[in-house]
């Protein structure tokens, strides 16, 4: 490496720290603000993890399967608002929204001991436990001194530092059980059996497991999810995998309903709905997205079955196209695009990739700081366009690799 090669990386590892650090203050200084707000007579903000603890609140008084009912979960959210401010002026309470619980039963364990502590340490400790799986999984793909400052500095990690959601623990358990395939394939498979939390972000996993071979991944992940099934089951009782399938048919009703949020979502459908194009036909281009990933998906991981050597950009091709095929992802959702990133940057590093490579990945990631915002003020959601940009560069570089063989 030259000296200037060497000038260009202290730099960039320091402008990681900067932006990591930028985060934590924005995330203390927007809770703050939510939390002046909500205590001095104003409209209560509430965060995606008001719901979490919501939850939580509610299992200390009633079965699991009441998670899945309008009525108790909406009374539930309105009992959590006091507890993020005590002084939230009452006549608030009644607007607040009913919010959908999606998540299967054996998320609900996670979710038990969560009302143990008062909400906002509550938060604290969320965010901390989901991301170990995150950060454990990006040290295994980059050297120790970017692991970190790489993995904090993530854009869509802001979004999952002040709003409490899952990203965490979906990206991290992917990304992990991903890294551990070659070196522990019993480990991956518990890994990515635990992503299950989030069952649509599993969707192109078996067909990945399955086209490169991997068939002892493939069983561990399916035994811990029928573990994890059956552990709920033992805890929980079977009524509420019974509510949890009943309610998941309805999810599928609030596109029609208006009830999800399009500036929020970052998808090909909701690209295509906030561009204007009627719901039916967004659905249409959603439809053959997904077929496109799961040909692409498995083309991949086929092509790279004898070659160990790929296995980092067969998983990059796999993370990025998991939130493309998907209809329903968010922004915090495309924490799963870390260990993607990561892998990329690895191959570029190690396979010489010229400039215009460098330019191109980091000036995508950074864009996905203004995603929310665009989308917000213009009704334009480039979120699924920066992931086709992501999606390009590595399969190309996972061609070249091929070809080079």
Avoid at 239 to 263: I, R
């Amino acid at each position: 490496m030259s000296d200037f090669e060497r000038l260009g990386s202290r730099w960039l590892l320091q402008i990681l720290w900067v932006f990591a650090l930028g985060y934590l203050l924005s995330t203390v200084f927007t809770l703050a603000k939510f939390y002046d707000r909500g205590n001095n007579g104003l409209f209560p903000p509430l965060m995606e993890y008001t719901p979490t603890y919501a939850a939580s609140m509610l299992l200390q008084d009633m079965p699991a399967h009441r998670l899945y009912e309008r009525e108790p979960m909406l009374e539930y959210t309105k009992r959590a608002v006091p507890e993020m401010y005590p002084e939230a002026n009452p006549i608030w309470f009644d607007k607040v929204r009913y919010p959908p619980w999606l998540y299967p039963p054996h998320f609900i364990l996670l979710i038990v001991p969560l009302v143990l502590m008062p909400y906002w340490w509550s938060l604290v400790a969320w965010n901390i436990i989901t991301a170990i799986p995150y950060l454990v999984g990006i040290r295994m793909i980059l050297p120790s001194r970017w692991a970190w400052p790489f993995a904090l500095a993530f854009p869509p990690c802001l979004y999952n530092y002040f709003q409490g959601q899952t990203g965490f623990l979906t990206g991290g358990f992917i990304g992990l059980g991903l890294a551990l395939v070659k070196r522990h394939p019993i480990l991956a498979g518990i890994s990515i059996g635990l992503a299950s939390v989030k069952p649509h972000f599993g969707l192109l996993l078996p067909v990945a497991l399955v086209a490169g071979g991997h068939w002892r991944v493939f069983f561990s992940a399916a035994v811990t999810i029928a573990v994890s099934a059956l552990l709920s089951i033992a805890v929980l009782g079977v009524s509420s995998w019974q509510a949890f399938f009943s309610f998941a048919g309805e999810n599928l009703l609030g596109f029609e309903a208006g009830t999800y949020v399009y500036t929020q979502m970052t998808t090909v459908m909701s690209t295509l709905a906030l561009a204007g194009v009627e719901l039916q036909y967004a659905r249409v281009f959603q439809f053959f997205s997904m077929l496109t990933m799961l040909a692409l998906v498995a083309w991949s991981w086929w092509q790279g079955h004898s070659r160990p050597d790929t296995l980092g950009l067969q998983s990059a091709i796999l993370c990025i196209a998991t939130p493309l095929a998907l209809p329903m992802a968010y922004i915090y959702d495309l924490v799963i695009l870390a260990p993607a990133v990561a892998w990329l940057g690895m191959d570029m590093q190690q396979r010489s990739a010229p400039i215009a490579h460098w330019v191109l990945l980091i000036l995508t990631c950074l864009a996905f700081l203004s995603v929310i915002t665009l989308a917000d003020m213009y009704q334009l959601q480039l979120g699924s366009v920066l992931m086709v940009i992501l999606l390009l560069l590595a399969v190309y570089r996972y061609h070249k690799s091929l070809v080079k063989f």
